[in-house]
């Protein structure tokens, strides 16, 4: 059974549809890359996997369970909905192009503050797990910092530790490294490299065309909120047989 299944996902703003009729099957333990050109429905892909929107058609299914939106009305006198509903959402992790971090908290509040405040994790524990994490990502010394204090890579690299603190079976990266420079760029791609090597599954949404080659198994190829190419990196990388791709591919590695 695959670990997540998106069949037939339709996302529209006013008269504009982002994603129309979207198919993505994850194997567990898989590196999917979203690729294709800004606008063409890579965001709306995690956004609505991670439910921070909610698509006007078709289903999600996380290793074979509906997550459905998050309750409302009525809805939330329904406890065993909304312990379901919260159950299956901490099972995905998402890091977001921009970092997100709250600026009057330290690394280490950054960290510890959701798993805490959820039970995931007693103090001790989260502040435990945020030196291992912080030590993973190259940040040992960063514990005591504030966001301002770090680097543009340093910020997405507590970013990805924020996520992992919650202990995520599935990680969702949305175009992480775009606002970075290229050391920085460098930084980010190693710690998501070495989450590869660990075995996470992971749906990446980026431009990083080497990233790509290197790490991921599979490629989905968007355009107009449909796919154009979903298959194995390397017939990705030689066209796929479509003048469409290699165009794109080659204007980015030039």
């Known amino acids: 059974m695959s670990l997540v299944v998106l069949s037939g996902l339709s996302v529209s703003y006013g008269t504009f549809k982002v994603l129309d009729g979207f198919d993505l099957a994850v194997e567990r333990g898989q590196v999917i890359a979203l690729v294709g050109p800004s606008g063409s429905g890579k965001t709306s892909v995690l956004r609505s996997i991670v439910r921070l929107i909610d698509p006007d058609e078709g289903k999600i299914l996380i290793d074979g369970e509906a997550f459905e939106r998050q309750p409302r009305g009525f809805e939330l006198f329904?406890?065993?909905?909304?312990a379901r509903w919260h159950r299956i959402k901490r099972r995905i992790g998402m890091v977001f192009q921009g970092y997100s971090l709250y600026g009057h908290m330290t690394v280490r509040r950054n960290l510890t503050l959701s798993p805490v405040l959820t039970g995931r994790l007693s103090r001790p524990q989260a502040q435990e797990r945020a030196r291992e994490l912080l030590a993973q990502m190259g940040l040992s010394d960063k514990l005591e910092s504030y966001p301002y204090a770090l680097s543009g890579g340093q910020r997405q690299r507590v970013a990805i530790a924020r996520a992992l603190m919650m202990d995520p079976e599935?990680?969702?990266?949305?175009?992480?490294?775009?606002?970075l420079d290229p050391e920085r760029t460098a930084e980010v791609l190693d710690a998501m490299r070495d989450l590869a090597r660990r075995g996470m599954t992971m749906i990446v949404a980026s431009h990083e065309m080497d990233f790509v080659k290197e790490v991921a198994d599979r490629v989905v190829f968007m355009e107009n909120g449909r796919k154009r190419f979903d298959g194995d990196t390397a017939s990705f990388?030689?066209?796929?047989?479509?003048?469409?791709i290699r165009n794109f591919t080659n204007r980015l590695r030039a």
């Open 170 to 179: 599935i990680m969702l990266f949305d175009e992480v490294t775009s606002a």
């Open 237 to 244: 990388f030689a066209g796929g047989g479509d003048v469409r």
């Open 78 to 82: 329904d406890r065993a909905r909304i």
